[in-house]
């Protein structure tokens, strides 16, 4: 069993499913199974996948003063996650809506709280960090002091860096863990320049292993120093598009899944896209999940040479 340590957010999360963005003023629209309220956040959907997938998680996280850390565990959850590294320390737990409209588009409202300002018990940190395969991180700013800890523990080291736009005034201060991370995953959703371009810059200022740039419909780009490969990946359809929330998170948490597991990037991003395509078939950002055995199963129906896609 393969052991990650995990942290990030965990909001409560509306997703409502529209006809159009932008969405078209009304008073009132009513339609039946169109508004999802579930558990969500980059972290949280990142530890249940892996959970899922058969590893052993810590989850490191911050919810309302006012919540239970039982908040991440919901009746009739499949996956239950310990929660005794999720503390009480924020004055509300963040919230989101996203608006998923036809062909992927989405719109989201964030609201982080004060997370930004919150600093995470590094004493917890210290005390499961050496038991850890590999430490998963979010660039918050609490997880800031947990790349030093981790890299002086020896872990290997991945990050998902949200909304990172390269270029003065940004808004994000990502150097550091830009610079310390051995695998970065990024999305598309707001860049402006090439991918390849954009990966390569990454790569030469960086020098992280593995590079995963999510690049929505078209699939993803990978970069593997280790394996020599610099090449796109396209999707595969093994489920009808439902929403696409979370997709991005389900991609980057079963990569590391297989990667840990086999050592070969080039496998675990194909059964990291499975994983992925099946997952936007579910509404809800924790729903819809693959087993192994059904991942292997699409993997040789797909991939029968076993050559690269």
């Not at 998170?249 to 990291?272: D, E, I, Q």
Request: hydrophobic share 40%; glycine share 8%; with cysteine.
């Amino acid at each position: 069993m393969n052991k990650f340590l995990v942290a990030g957010i965990v909001q409560r999360e509306t997703i409502v499913k529209v006809d159009q963005i932008p969405v078209e003023y009304a008073s009132i629209t009513s339609q039946p199974n169109t508004i999802d309220i579930s558990i969500g956040g980059d972290a949280y959907n990142e530890s249940l996948a892996l959970e899922w997938l058969g590893n052993d998680v810590d989850f490191m996280t911050m919810i309302g003063k006012h919540d239970s850390p039982d908040m991440i565990n919901p009746y009739g959850s499949e996956v239950l996650l310990r929660t005794d590294y999720v503390l009480p320390r924020l004055s509300q737990t963040p919230t989101e809506v996203v608006l998923c409209g036809p062909d992927r588009k989405q719109q989201v409202f964030e609201d982080v709280k004060d997370v930004p300002e919150t600093e995470y018990d590094l004493a917890l940190f210290e005390e499961r960090v050496g038991r850890a395969g590999m430490v998963v991180l979010s660039n918050e700013n609490f997880c800031r002091p947990l790349l030093r800890l981790a890299k002086e523990a020896g872990k290997p080291i991945a990050v998902n860096i949200r909304d990172h736009m390269s270029g003065e005034g940004s808004g994000y201060d990502d150097e550091e863990f830009l610079k310390t991370a051995d695998i970065l995953y990024m999305s598309d959703d707001i860049l402006t320049e090439d991918p390849y371009d954009y990966v390569k810059g990454i790569v030469d200022r960086y020098a992280p292993k593995i590079v995963l740039l999510g690049l929505g419909a078209k699939g993803v780009l990978l970069y593997s120093k280790e394996d020599e490969i610099f090449a796109p990946f396209p999707t595969v359809k093994t489920n009808k598009i439902v929403n696409t929330v979370g997709a991005g998170n389900a991609l980057f948490s079963s990569f590391l899944h297989y990667y840990f597991k086999t050592g070969n990037a080039v496998a675990a991003v194909k059964n990291a896209i499975l994983f992925a395509s099946y997952k936007i078939g579910f509404m809800g950002t924790s729903n819809g999940f693959m087993t192994e055995e059904q991942i292997e199963q699409w993997h040789s129906l797909i991939w029968k040479d076993g050559g690269n896609l």
